[in-house]
């Protein structure tokens, strides 16, 4: 037996509540994993609270994230023992996620626990620090290294905004925040930003081209903020798209591409090829203090997960929450 938040729809209705549930209920998979920590992100909190068609089949375990240990496995890669990670693959959307006490998953959805975290330090991480670290990966590989000027970083407050913060500043880039929650100018200062915006100067409609003001950018927020993100970068630079919180729509124009030479760079990190996934974890761990993880980390229990969805929507959650099957 082990517990899990359970996501189900009846007449048309979302529920959710804490299930226990029987071994026998796991859905189809290789590889069956006790869960040691799991975290609530951003399309976690629109699963658990219906606000967003995540959900796929019903009824679902949401997590889209995981660390644990193998319990049982068919698959010559894994065997009992051996520490794993998860992200993505569409777990938690059409296949039982991790926020719960056990998981059953194909063995090619995970790879190893690196050796330099515990699954806790791995799940402060999680997908917003491994999408951070493949957001970076995209500018290294378009040229915008440090000498090339300033970064900018939007949702800065967020869990991928706060690693990206932190990842740029550890690579020496000079990195400006846009925030919309000013009291934090301390917290985001202390992950390394040294210019500090208002999201308010890249929310609202804008023009096709605006003064040149940053070499590259890490976009989490979409809509009218990814369209001003652009039309101000410089010429040559690159924009890292990796979120929508403003919206999916991109109210652009061709200016930035076509006048400017801008590249826009969609990062993916659901179905990212296994090999890129470890490459990005293994820079993760060189780059990351693990003690640092914990000026932007929160651990709940996993009963406590439902209602933190609603916060984290509401924009009320700072950083990084952990959810700890202990």
Same mark, same amino acid.
């Given at each position: ?101 056990? $998981? ?105 081209? $605006? ?35 403003? /919206? ?66 509401? /924009? ?11």
């Amino acid at each position: 037996m082990f517990k899990a938040i359970m996501i189900d729809k009846q007449e048309g209705a979302q529920r959710v509540g804490l299930r226990t549930l029987d071994d026998s209920q796991l859905p189809e998979g290789e590889v069956t994993v006790r869960v040691e920590c799991s975290t609530l992100n951003y399309k976690d909190a629109l699963a658990i609270t219906g606000k967003g068609p995540v959900v796929r089949q019903f009824p679902m375990v949401p997590g889209i994230d995981l660390a644990g240990t193998v319990e049982a496995s068919t698959a010559d890669e894994f065997q009992p023992g051996d520490a794993v990670l998860l992200n993505g693959w569409g777990v938690g959307e059409t296949h039982w996620g991790g926020l719960a006490e056990k $998981a059953r998953l194909e063995s090619r959805w995970l790879i190893p626990l690196p050796a330099a975290f515990s699954a806790r330090q791995a799940m402060a991480i999680g997908t917003a620090g491994y999408t951070a670290m493949l957001a970076v990966m995209a500018l290294e590989r378009h040229g915008v290294l440090p000498e090339r000027g300033d970064v900018l970083v939007t949702g800065a407050n967020g869990g991928v905004g706060s690693y990206a913060i932190a990842l740029l500043a550890r690579l020496g880039y000079r990195v400006i925040a846009a925030t919309g929650r000013p009291q934090e100018a301390d917290y985001l200062r202390g992950l390394g930003a040294q210019d500090i915006i208002d999201r308010g100067e890249l929310s609202e409609p804008g023009r096709p081209l $605006a003064k040149e003001r940053w070499a590259g950018a890490i976009d989490s927020v979409g809509s009218h903020t990814l369209a001003n993100v652009l039309a101000s970068t410089q010429y040559g630079g690159t924009v890292a798209a990796c979120g929508l919180a403003q /919206g999916m729509d991109l109210p652009a124009t061709v200016a930035p591409f076509i006048l400017r030479g801008v590249t826009l760079a969609g990062i993916d990190s659901v179905m990212k090829p296994r090999p890129e996934r470890i490459e990005a974890w293994r820079r993760l761990g060189e780059l990351l203090d693990p003690a640092a993880l914990e000026a932007i980390t929160q651990t709940i229990g996993l009963e406590e997960a439902i209602g933190k969805a609603e916060e984290l929507l509401k /924009g009320r959650v700072r950083g990084r929450l952990v959810v700890s099957m202990a």
